[in-house]
Every structure is written in structure tokens, then in C-alpha cells.
């Protein structure tokens, strides 16, 4: 560039060998001459109707803060915006000066703190705007694409979407695969390269002529050649077909095809004029060296007095263009620097003498009337939509067999061992025995006889038989210390002591009920320690030490021709109202497992399909086309409840046919009630996927709930066993109800009329539209 032609003087530095630039001032007539010709231009606006038919998009007065009152991140300062219907807008501006965040907010997927927005005759979001809809087409930054899916299956599903047929697609595909130099439509999207996929998420938006085309860097990674053909296709259907475009793109030069453009800095526009305009303005050969230049004038506006940028911005003198929102005396501080339509003007007056007044931005165009009919007023899901989304989501799980197979069968892993591991007696427990008798009778511990019959020696060994029946694990030794020490050291989880004359002592206190001493009761009682540090271990092995003192006194008594209920305690068990003589905690806790199993896996199922498509784009996308939370939500509902329902048939099926848990209830409600724990499970994963931004939040926040659900639903421990504050707390968790429902219908055999069966299916069903409604609001409302 030829420096001095473009009114910029060298300036000698300071003997650092390098050359500053100034640029001369020219007189106050021309800047009074230009802003008078900019109020007449304001003056000289069309009528509203007329605004309202040449304009596409009017921003006005945009403020977007992110963060904290004490630490704002301000995106968008005062902005204002105006595209004109069947022009191309370049939206220019380095990464992080708010383009992607004013083009969301102009779709209607985040919400301005302060500001007005007007797209195609209407507020953003409104009924019948059809924006989000079908009116308008969005390229994202990221892929937003589904890599297992083919080209055309892509294409079909955006535009079912958008409310094609198949034939129309396939023409459209057509079209676009030779427009963008594209590989045959039965490639996978995964196997083609980055600027290829980059192609096909351009396609995905050109693909319905939509009437207003919002592309974020679509010619990122895309050769000159093909950018350029890119390029002529949106200036043939902005000028044939009305479409307004608004692009954004890092490469400044090939916005020169753009009707007009708008340079972004620092959440605000520079300027917002033709190229050819402000090249010719600004006394500029490219529009690189307009935006050095505007850059540079608003740091001294703003007086940003960097180290870096404190030389060149001290050493440029400001000239007098044709521009008089620049106005940047060094004593004030005058906001931003103006566009063709004065939308960014927001200067301050400097008193009643002042020559330069405030211009304020035109106003909003009034909303369309849009003629919506009467019963699109009452449809929450639309057939298209819902076709697309069901028809996507079992496409995506016949293109993941391996995962659905893996999904659908861990459930029946997970029954299987708790099946295998949880609620069995423990065998070969330990006990270590000290048996005096066996030194009185000058006997070896290796040999301990059992004398049959009505016989009253050796007792003691007798009682040992009765002991190794129970699959306990008998071992003799000397005396009572080497017995203790066993325990002591954790190789035996009791000792037993028998007296020297156990079985003489065994058969007076037997016969002399009324006269027997203290030292006779005392040698005629086995002593027992126990390592109780094991709740469940010691409570088993304590019952099984008197389960076999039973059997060995009724033994004895059988073979004497005792009646052997005289040496049962005087306590008659009948046979139990509900559940077994000898309760199973296999039965106590499956129906607690099987629901948490189907609840949790059914999280896990929903909450990772929603936060793939959100964190790929793919959700955000579909949220511009049109589609609803609701009906996102529903067809999740739809396929997955498919899913749902395979792994609780493999549940129930091994649960009580192959390993035989107790079942005396229907089987019918069984079914029901698991099913419906397990869409309580898919909506609570909604609510997971839809409050958190990543995997890695969402697990902590799935993780974090399971925990108190397992401890605090009766499923490892009976509620009547808790602190009062937290029995209270539980009754209100989703699975607290249905587990006592279905524990209540297998070891009851309770119908669906009793309360605490029917509770439960209530209880199950409040939490379905508990968590429904907060998945709904959530992707409604939360918007950045």
C-alpha cells in the first residue's frame, strides 16, 4: 500500500529504527459538512411500512453480559443492526467479539440482558415468526452432524425437519453435492474429511431455500476455488430468490461480494457500510487496512492505553472523514463509531453549544400480523418433527449395535451377580474349639467320636456334628488360649470352649431341673467369643450355634423316646403370614435392586444422549430448525422406552425364572411398576443432561444422587431403621414408594387395590411429571 497516497505521513521515531504514522487532520468544514449530510440522510428515512418491507433484521440497542455484577463479561455494548431483505451481510470481527453470540441471540437461542430484536416481521420466538423455525437456515461453528449417518441420510433428516419429502430432498442433494464438490451421498459423514463435513453442514442449511441464511464461517478449511463457487451461490439467491444472508468468516477480503458488512470489535460495530464504501471512505486498498484503521481510532476514543498499542495510537493524529460519529477528542470519551444507518451512534453531547447532537438509531419496525391457524394453537408435537427425530434416533442405535447390545444387556449382568453374590448364607466360616472332654477320656483332638443312640458321652462331639452339618468349619485345639488366639488373629470368627465333664453336667442339669447347682450349669454350658466385628458374619454364625444345639438336644431326645419338644424353646413359630420361616436377603433386596438397576441405567441411557447431541451442536441446531424441548424430549421417550422396556423384560425373565426370587404377586403389575420406575429413571436423566454442560458435571450430578437413593429408599436397610429427620427425607425420594410397592406385591402378594401398592405406582407417576416439567422449563428458559 502506497502510504503517503492514503494520507498517512511518515512520522521519524525516536531512533528505535522504525517509522510511525500519522494521519492528517483536515478542517472542522468537512466534518461539519458530513455530519450535516448524515441528519439529512436520518431525515430523510422511509416510512415504517417501507422499513418493514426492505428489512430482515434490525437489532437495536443490544447488551449481552456474562458473569457476575462484580466481574462482568460484557459481549455486546449498545449494539445496533440493521440487514436489509435480499442482501448478503458480512459479519466480520476477530474471535471472541460476539459474532456467534449476536447471531444466536438473533435466532432466538440466547436472550439479551437489554435490547430489542426483530427478524422477518417478528420478535425472535414469537408465535407464528417461524423464528426458531423452518424460515430460517443455520450453519453452526461446530459440525452439529452425526457422524455415523450417511450424506443423504443428514440431508433427509434436516429436511424432514423442515418439512420435505423424500423426493425433494434428493433433488436438493442433488444439487448440493455438485454445488460444494461433494463425495456420493452414501458416504458416512465420519470417513470425509474436516472441510468436507464443514461442506455438509453448509448443505444441511442451504438445503430448504430458507428465507433468512445465517452462516458462522461456512468456508472455513475450504479451498479459494470452491469458496469462491460458494460464494457466487449466495449472491444468485440473494438476488433471484429474496434470501437474506448473514455470514460470518476470518477471511475479511471475500466479504468484497457482501451488500454491506459490519466490523465487530469489542461487542461493537466499527462501522456497518457497503466494502465499497469504505474503501473509498476510509482511503483504504483493502478492507484489512479499514479495519486497522477503525481499530486504532477507537482505542484512542476509548483511550485503551496498552503497552503495546500506546505508541501507535499517541502517534495518530485523527482526521476529519466522513464519518462523524468518529468524533474522538482526546478530552472525551464518545462510545462507538457509527454505521450507514447511524445504529451505532451514541455520542455524548458536549453542551448546549455542542455541533455534534446525539443521532439515535431508527426504530423497530412494528410486528406482522402472523395469520397462525386455529389448531396449530394446540399442537405440541408436529408430525415432521417427530418423524425425523424418532426416524434419527433408531437410525443412530442400528448404527451402534455394539453399545445397544452392551446398554441393553447390562442390566442383566448386574442381576446375574447380584443374583450369584448378594443374600447367601456364608459356608466354611470358621470356628475354633477347645474340648476339654476329649483330654479327660484320653482322647486326641484328631478324633472326636459321635456315639449314637440314647447315649450320654462324648456329648460334646456330638454337638460338633450337628455344628459341621451347618457348613461350619470345626478345627480342635489344645486348650482355650490357642482357640482364643485364633479369633484374636482373624482366622476364626468364634472359639468354643466344652467343660472336662460337659456331658456328666449336660445330664444332671437334665434330670435335677429343680436341684441343679451353679457349678453344674456352669460346666454344662458351652463358652462362646465371637468376633462380632462383622454384623452379618456373626449374626449368621450366632444363629447357626443355636440351630444346632437345637437339633443336637432334639436328637438325643429322639433317640430316648422323648417327645423332642421339650427341648425346644417354650415358644410356638407358626408358619409365617408373609415371606419364609428363614427369611432370604435376596428376597428382602432385590425388588429394591431390580428398580434401581432399571432406574439408573435409564439415567445414564438419556442423560448421554442429550449432552452428545448438545455438546456436538447437533441439539442447538435442531432447536434454530423449529423444533421444540417437548418434542425432543417425547421422541427420546419414544425410542428409548423401547429400550427400556427390552432391558426390564431380560430383568424380570432372570430374575424370577432363571434365579427363582420370590414372586406372589401378578407378574403383570410387577412388569408395570419396573417399566414406569424406569421412565421415571429416562425424565430424571433429562433433567441430568438438560441442567449440566458436560459428561463430566453430569456424572458427578448422577453419581451424587444415586448414593442417597440406595441409602435412603429402604432398599439395603429398612426405613424403620433410620433417624426420624431422615425417615422423613426418604419418603419423598422417587424410589422409596415403589420399592415398598414392589416388595409389597413379591413377598406380600398384595393386588393393585391395596394403599401400599397403588402408592407406589402414584409416587412413580408424580416423578415422571415432576421431572418432565423441569426437563421442559429448563430448555425453554436456560438460555446464555
Known sequence: MDVESEGIQPVNGSGNGHTNFAIDISSDDAHMNSLNARRR??????????????????????????????????????????VAKGSIYGLLGASGCGKTTLLSCIVGRRRLNSGEIWVLGGRPGSRGSGVPGPRIGYMPQELALYGEFTI????????????????????????????????????????????????????????HSPELLILDEPTVGVDPVLRQSIWDHMVEIAKNSNTTVIITTHYIEETRQAHV??????????????????????????????????????????????????????AIRVPAIANPALDLSPEEDHGEISGEFGDNISMSSRGPDSITPEIQAPPLPPEEDAKVPFIEHFKILKPNHMRALIWKNFLWMWRNVGVMAFIIGLPVGQIVLFCWAIGHDPVGLKVAVANYELEQANLSIASCPVNPGCNYTMLSCRYLANLRNRSIDVELFENEYEANEQVSHGKAWASMVFAHNYSEALFQRSENIRKVSEWTLDLSSVHVSMDMSNQQIGTLLYRDIQYAYFSFIESILTDCDVNPSNGRLPIQWKQPIYGDRTPNFTDFAAPGVILTIIFFLSVALTSGAMLIERNEGILERCLVSGITGVEILFSHVTTQFLVMCGQTTLVILFSFYVFDITNRGEIVWVVLLTILTGLCGMCFGFVVSCSCDNERSATYLAMGSFLPIVMLCGIIWPIEGMHPFVKIFSVFLPLTKSTESLRSMLQRGWHIENPNVYIGFASTGTWIVIFLAISILLLKFKKG
Not at 46 to 73: D, E, L, W
Open 152 to 207: 443423504r441420510e443428514t440431508l433427509i433428516y434436516f429436511g424432514w425437519i423442515c418439512g420435505l419429502t423424500i423426493d425433494q430432498v434428493d433433488e436438493q442433494t442433488d444439487f448440493l453435492l455438485k454445488l460444494l464438490q461433494l463425495p456420493n451421498a452414501s458416504r458416512f459423514v465420519k470417513n470425509l474429511s474436516g472441510g468436507q463435513q464443514r461442506r455438509i453442514s453448509l448443505a444441511a442449511a442451504l438445503l
Open 41 to 82: 440522510m436520518f431525515m430523510s428515512q422511509p416510512s415504517t411500512v417501507a422499513i418493514r418491507r426492505q428489512q430482515a433484521v434490525c437489532v437495536r440497542r443490544a447488551h449481552k453480559i456474562y458473569g457476575t455484577k462484580k466481574n462482568p463479561n460484557v459481549i455486546l455494548d449498545g449494539l445496533n443492526m440493521t
Open 261 to 314: 458488512i459490519g466490523l465487530m470489535r469489542g461487542g461493537k460495530f466499527l462501522a456497518e457500510e457497503s466494502p465499497a464504501d469504505l474503501l473509498a471512505q476510509y482511503h483504504a486498498e483493502s478492507l484489512e487496512d479499514v479495519f486497522l484503521k477503525l481499530s486504532v481510532m477507537q482505542n484512542m476514543g476509548k483511550r485503551r492505553r496498552s503497552s503495546i498499542a500506546q505508541e501507535v495510537v499517541e
